[in-house]
């Protein structure tokens, strides 16, 4: 197992530059998401990792060994794809040895893999089935046992689950995290879910346009978004926002939204009369009647633990807030909205970066 | 608008029976969901409705008159496929007219500017009415389909997993959408998903399938609080309920013939144990941004929990757990209640 380190990487075709300059490290044994719409850069930046793509620039270690020109075949790593391309002909004892049998690996050995990665994932009892009747589950698990028996120094997986109906989903998700803990091989993991990747990954790259925006824990970005782009992508539903011009001083802990005061982290960073944009999750906002900051019920939407308060504000802003199912809501009401000072955030609009605040303190987010 | 009525229609496809003796009613205005996992009968169901399938026993009745043998063009419905179908050499304004201009209808070009119109603002498209569908965004293109089973006025609409193929973002906006258009417009709608956030939110009205029979009918409410079996319980809720053997919890008072007992998350008081004698132990905590689940091993059953990030709790703790609402469930699944 090892490190994967990615330098200055750049990507062109054409006039497209699909990455840009890109430089993160995958630590050793980490379960690592480059996550983001499609069209970010996301999977250009696996192929070059795995090899099946040449960088315009800037270097791919791999467990310290600059690899950025080697071949894939060359490259210790095993990729999975979004689409699993099983050998149809062939039986799913087969399918996992075959990468064993190219590289003339002795039969004992090939054998003593092949059963090793199918208990791992609990697939023993289909060796001598054929692939072609298997379900899609069953038939991600036979693709990831064929990257399992490599051994290799990591795994690159391609939206491996896209494929699969939500339902699945979830429980794959599950058991590629527990397959993780067990391995604790290096794993990079591309997906545009954001759902996947906050319960899987223990680090998660957020890309956007060719760029690398956000890189940190899944809670980190959750509480801490460096811009408006990762408030927006994150969360289901996404932070929301509350746009107002204002000026703030280092040392405020309120600003003036509209006519109302809301408290928030103390800012650590002044911008002159400027657009601002306060950001807020949904599970942040209490509705009571008597608050200032006032809005109109547009939907509720019931989901049994919880429901989702969809409001507009005076001045316009569409809010989202998760409160508990028990309290009665109806569309057209009027109501008051809380935010709880302490996880807000503040965005300069015009940038779309965060401003920082006490919520940036602390050695972590030095 | 009007109501539709199924008694007893049952549909085979060789050996296999894909819609079995359902008889289901969706009342005028309503917004009815069925909901079940892929091969439920689902989309069977809805094509019967439609007439592109003939149901081997049962009636069809739309607006009190029978129509289980008539043509699909004699019955009055709009269909929403689950991949827009639109004509891409036409603009949005002519997709969403051609319902109207079909030879059948006759309608002036002026009513049918005005009712187009109409629907184009209700579902936000006004201002790309004179765009070719090809240059739309999929959000765009599947409003377009929507809205051209809309600007019809039928007497019921139906619509298989309309939201289905677009992103988790587009979707939860079309819901609300969905949702207000129908009310706005007092429509009947017969909705199919897999999703149960869909039928939750969307939904007067939910139908539980399973391998083609109702199980269950009522409000998201209704569904959600009061299951009539494990089957219904474990479709509705996220994270899901708690399945647990009824040895898992000797403390809880349960009828007799109790072999499964139902815990939802918001029913579960879960401690830091502090006097030893621990029901729980914490293996590992999920963390979702928004909420953490919280992973507990009671003796051999997993246990998932919402629990709050402030809970102060680590792998490997030890816990109490209450259970406040426990559901009774027999071996066959089928719900029991205390006397």
Same mark, same amino acid.
């Given at each position: 197992?090892?490190?994967?380190?990615?330098?200055?990487?750049?990507?062109?075709?054409?006039?497209?530059?699909?990455?840009?300059?890109?430089?993160?490290?995958?630590?050793?044994?980490?379960?690592?998401?480059?996550?983001?719409?499609?069209?970010?850069?996301?999977?250009?930046?696996?192929?070059?990792?795995?090899?099946?793509?040449?960088?315009?620039?800037?270097?791919?270690?791999?467990?310290?060994?600059?690899?950025?020109?080697?071949?894939?075949?060359?490259?210790?790593?095993?990729?999975?794809?979004?689409?699993?391309?099983?050998?149809?002909?062939?039986?799913?004892?087969?399918?996992?040895?075959?990468?064993?049998?190219?590289?003339?690996?002795?039969?004992?050995?090939?054998?003593?893999?092949?059963?090793?990665?199918?208990?791992?994932?609990?697939?023993?009892?289909?060796?001598?089935?054929?692939?072609?009747?298997?379900?899609?589950?069953?038939?991600?698990?036979?693709?990831?046992?064929?990257?399992?028996?490599?051994?290799?120094?990591?795994?690159?997986?391609?939206? /491996?689950?896209?494929?699969?109906?939500?339902?699945?989903?979830?429980?794959?998700?599950?058991?590629?995290?527990?397959?993780?803990?067990?391995?604790?091989?290096?794993?990079?993991?591309?997906?545009?879910?954001?759902?996947?990747?906050?319960?899987?990954?223990?680090?998660?790259?957020?890309?956007?346009?060719?760029?690398?925006?956000?890189?940190?824990? /899944?809670?980190?970005?959750?509480?801490?978004?460096?811009?408006?782009?990762?408030?927006?992508?994150?969360?289901?539903?996404?932070?929301?926002?509350?746009?107002?011009?204002?000026?703030?001083? /280092?040392?405020?802990?309120?600003?003036?939204?509209?006519?109302?005061?809301?408290?928030? /982290?103390?800012?650590?960073?002044?911008?002159?009369?400027?657009?601002?944009?306060?950001?807020?999750?949904?599970?942040?906002?209490?509705?009571?009647?008597?608050?200032?900051?006032?809005?109109?019920?547009?939907?509720?939407?019931?989901?049994?633990?919880?429901?989702?308060?969809?409001?507009?504000?005076?001045?316009?802003?569409?809010?989202?807030?998760?409160?508990?199912?028990?309290?009665?809501?109806?569309?057209?009401?009027?109501?008051?909205?809380?935010?709880?000072?302490?996880?807000?955030?503040?965005?300069?609009?015009?940038?779309?970066?965060?401003?920082?605040?006490?919520?940036?303190?602390?050695?972590?987010?030095? | 608008?009007?109501?539709?009525? @199924?008694?007893?229609?049952?549909?085979?496809?060789?050996?296999?029976?894909?819609?079995?003796?359902?008889?289901?009613?969706?009342?005028?205005?309503?917004?009815?969901?069925?909901?079940?996992?892929?091969?439920?009968?689902?989309?069977?169901?809805?094509?019967?409705?439609?007439?592109?399938?003939?149901?081997?026993?049962?009636? *069809?009745?739309?607006?009190?008159?029978?129509?289980?043998?008539?043509?699909?063009?004699?019955?009055?419905?709009?269909?929403?496929?689950?991949?827009?179908?639109?004509?891409?050499?036409?603009?949005?304004?002519?997709?969403?007219?051609?319902?109207?201009?079909?030879?059948? &209808?006759?309608?002036?070009?002026?009513?049918?500017? *005005?009712?187009?119109?109409?629907?184009?603002?209700? @579902?936000?498209?006004?201002?790309?009415?004179?765009?070719?569908?090809?240059?739309?965004?999929?959000?765009?293109? !599947?409003?377009?389909?929507?809205?051209?089973?809309? $600007?019809?006025?039928?007497?019921?609409?139906?619509?298989?997993?309309?939201?289905?193929?677009?992103?988790?973002?587009?979707?939860?906006?079309?819901?609300?959408?969905?949702?207000?258009?129908?009310?706005?417009?007092?429509?009947?709608?017969?909705?199919?998903?897999?999703?149960?956030?869909?039928?939750?939110?969307?939904?007067?009205?939910?139908?539980?399938?399973?391998?083609?029979?109702?199980?269950?009918?009522?409000?998201?409410?209704?569904?959600?609080?009061?299951?009539?079996?494990?089957?219904?319980?474990? &479709?509705?809720?996220?994270?899901?309920?708690?399945? $647990?053997?009824?040895?898992?919890?000797?403390? *809880?008072?349960?009828?007799?013939?109790?072999?499964?007992?139902?815990?939802?998350?918001?029913?579960?008081?879960?401690?830091?144990?502090?006097?030893?004698?621990?029901?729980?132990? $914490?293996?590992?905590? +999920?963390?979702?941004?928004?909420?953490?689940?919280?992973?507990?091993?009671?003796? +051999?059953?997993?246990?998932?929990?919402?629990?709050?990030?402030?809970?102060?709790?680590?792998?490997?703790?030890? *816990?109490?757990?209450?259970?406040?609402?426990?559901?009774?469930?027999?071996?066959?699944?089928?719900?029991?209640?205390? !006397?």
């Amino acid at each position: 197992m090892a490190e994967i380190r990615v330098e200055n990487l750049h990507k062109s075709f054409g006039a497209f530059s699909a990455l840009r300059d890109s430089t993160f490290t995958v630590p050793n044994g980490d379960f690592f998401c480059l996550l983001g719409p499609s069209g970010c850069g996301k999977t250009t930046t696996l192929r070059m990792i795995a090899g099946l793509e040449l960088p315009t620039s800037g270097r791919i270690l791999l467990g310290g060994e600059d690899v950025t020109f080697k071949r894939a075949s060359q490259r210790d790593i095993a990729f999975v794809f979004q689409l699993f391309a099983l050998y149809p002909h062939m039986n799913v004892r087969t399918n996992i040895a075959y990468p064993l049998r190219s590289q003339s690996m002795l039969r004992d050995e090939v054998n003593r893999r092949v059963n090793e990665a199918a208990r791992i994932l609990r697939i023993t009892h289909l060796l001598d089935r054929s692939v072609s009747g298997l379900s899609s589950g069953d038939r991600q698990r036979v693709a990831l046992g064929r990257a399992i028996v490599r051994e290799p120094l990591a795994f690159l997986l391609d939206e /491996p689950l896209g494929a699969l109906d939500a339902e699945f989903r979830d429980v794959m998700c599950g058991e590629l995290r527990a397959l993780h803990d067990r391995l604790k091989a290096t794993t990079v993991y591309v997906t545009h879910d954001q759902l996947e990747a906050m319960a899987m990954a223990d680090t998660i790259a957020l890309m956007n346009r060719g760029m690398v925006e956000q890189l940190g824990t /899944p809670q980190d970005i959750y509480d801490r978004p460096a811009s408006l782009f990762a408030a927006d992508f994150i969360g289901s539903p996404p932070m929301s926002f509350l746009p107002f011009r204002g000026r703030v001083t /280092p040392g405020d802990r309120t600003v003036r939204v509209g006519d109302v005061d809301i408290a928030l /982290p103390e800012i650590r960073e002044g911008r002159e009369d400027s657009e601002l944009v306060l950001g807020v999750r949904p599970e942040h906002i209490e509705l009571s009647s008597s608050a200032p900051l006032r809005a109109e019920v547009v939907d509720a939407e019931y989901l049994g633990t919880t429901q989702i308060v969809t409001l507009n504000t005076r001045a316009g802003a569409s809010i989202k807030a998760r409160i508990p199912a028990e309290i009665q809501i109806r569309p057209g009401e009027h109501t008051g909205l809380t935010l709880r000072p302490g996880l807000l955030s503040l965005f300069d609009r015009a940038s779309g970066r965060a401003l920082r605040t006490a919520l940036h303190d602390g050695p972590a987010h030095g | 608008m009007a109501e539709l009525v @199924l008694s007893g229609v049952t549909k085979r496809f060789d050996a296999t029976v894909a819609v079995a003796d359902l008889s289901l009613r969706v009342g005028d205005g309503e917004f009815l969901v069925l909901l079940g996992p892929t091969g439920a009968g689902k989309t069977t169901t809805l094509r019967l409705v439609a007439g592109l399938e003939k149901p081997d026993a049962g009636r *069809v009745q739309l607006a009190g008159r029978d129509v289980t043998l008539d043509l699909p063009a004699a019955r009055d419905t709009a269909f929403v496929f689950q991949q827009y179908s639109l004509y891409p050499h036409l603009t949005v304004y002519d997709n969403l007219a051609f319902p109207l201009r079909s030879p059948a &209808r006759r309608e002036s070009e002026e009513r049918v500017r *005005v009712r187009v119109g109409d629907i184009a603002r209700l @579902l936000h498209i006004e201002d790309k009415l004179t765009s070719r569908a090809t240059q739309l965004s999929g959000g765009q293109m !599947q409003r377009v389909a929507i809205g051209r089973a809309l $600007v019809r006025r039928p007497s019921i609409y139906l619509m298989d997993e309309p939201l289905s193929s677009l992103d988790a973002k587009l979707r939860a906006e079309l819901r609300i959408e969905l949702k207000r258009i129908q009310r706005d417009l007092g429509a009947t709608i017969l909705y199919v998903t897999h999703d149960q956030t869909e039928a939750m939110t969307m939904a007067t009205h939910i139908g539980v399938l399973e391998a083609g029979r109702l199980v269950q009918i009522g409000t998201p409410r209704e569904i959600y609080a009061d299951p009539v079996n494990t089957y219904v319980a474990a &479709r509705l809720g996220s994270p899901a309920i708690n399945l $647990v053997p009824r040895s898992t919890c000797p403390d *809880v008072i349960a009828p007799p013939e109790t072999a499964t007992i139902g815990v939802r998350t918001e029913h579960l008081r879960i401690r830091k144990s502090v006097n030893g004698n621990a029901t729980g132990r $914490v293996k590992w905590i +999920e963390h979702l941004g928004d909420q953490n689940h919280l992973h507990v091993m009671i003796a +051999e059953t997993l246990v998932v929990t919402l629990c709050d990030r402030n809970a102060g709790l680590v792998v490997g703790d030890a *816990v109490d757990i209450d259970i406040t609402a426990p559901l009774f469930f027999a071996a066959s699944g089928k719900r029991l209640r205390l !006397q």
